[in-house]
């Protein structure tokens, strides 16, 4: 499986968003409306969109990025590597400059790879770009491309062989894998609270740095390698 995937020519990422506003309250009233109509489908029989609003870091319209983590395989000594950097910062514009800056000194056709990233990361990604005036780069650009000229893997999507009826969550395919746990401190659920609340930007770039590292052992184990071990893996700083 995946034979002809290069994990040099791999970046693994993933991302954390939260809402805009702490609360429903702060949003201006042409927002509150929108938000309104558009989380009114979702919303259980007779959840407000205030209640709701817990979850707007979920739509790019109404969330912001504060943390993108990358995985990076290397080869050394015949062994896999894998160096695991972050960009963290409350002001959202920060971070995607430096994901992009990134990006751009890499070669086009680089792959990168994400749990669910075809439908939550690489979408909220380019919108959150557009949306602060950034242009897409070619990594992440799809327009006008065929399905199998779009570089982009993912793990959620690889598990489900054509199934397209269940959604399988990263947690679950670590237990099943006997991997670590990506979960062993916060879940997403959490991270609105831990970033307005506790303030705690770095816990929150921890837990999305062992999402990485949780689908970086994923992907060996799809290509039927073994794991990094954890002396192979760096945290960048």
């Known amino acids: 499986m995946l034979k002809d995937v290069k994990l040099n020519n791999v970046f693994v990422i993933d991302i954390e ?47 912001k990025i504060v943390c993108i983590s990358i995985g990076i395989y290397h080869l050394e000594r015949k062994q896999i590597h894998l160096r695991v950097r972050s960009f ?11 994901f992009i800056s990134l990006l751009n000194k890499q070669t086009k056709n680089l792959q990168l790879c994400a749990h669910n990233g075809k439908e939550f990361d690489f979408p909220y990604l380019c919108r959150r770009m557009l949306i602060n005036g950034f242009a897409i780069p070619a990594q992440l650009q799809i327009a006008g491309k065929k399905p199998w000229e779009i ?8 598990w489900k062989f054509g199934d397209y009826k269940s959604y399988t969550s990263l947690n679950l395919l670590a237990a099943v894998f006997d991997l670590p746990t990506p979960k ?17 930007l ?17 992907l060996l184990r799809f290509k039927g390698l073994p794991i990094i071990t954890q002396e192979n893996i760096t945290l960048v700083k």
């Open 17 to 63: 968003t939260v809402p805009q506003k702490e609360n429903f309250g702060e949003l201006p009233n042409h927002l509150k409306e929108l938000w309104e109509r558009k989380s009114r489908y979702q919303r259980k029989d007779q959840q407000t969109a205030d209640e709701f609003y817990e979850n707007a870091g979920i739509w790019a319209e109404f969330g």
């Open 88 to 98: 963290a910062h409350d002001d959202e514009t920060v971070v995607l400059k430096q």
């Open 151 to 158: 570089n982009h893997l993912d793990t959620m999507e690889l």
């Open 202 to 218: 770095l816990r929150i770039t921890k837990y999305c740095e062992n999402d990485v590292i949780t689908t970086a052992q994923l």
């Open 184 to 200: 062993n401190d916060i879940d997403g659920s959490m991270v609105k609270g831990v970033y307005y609340q506790q303030r705690d």
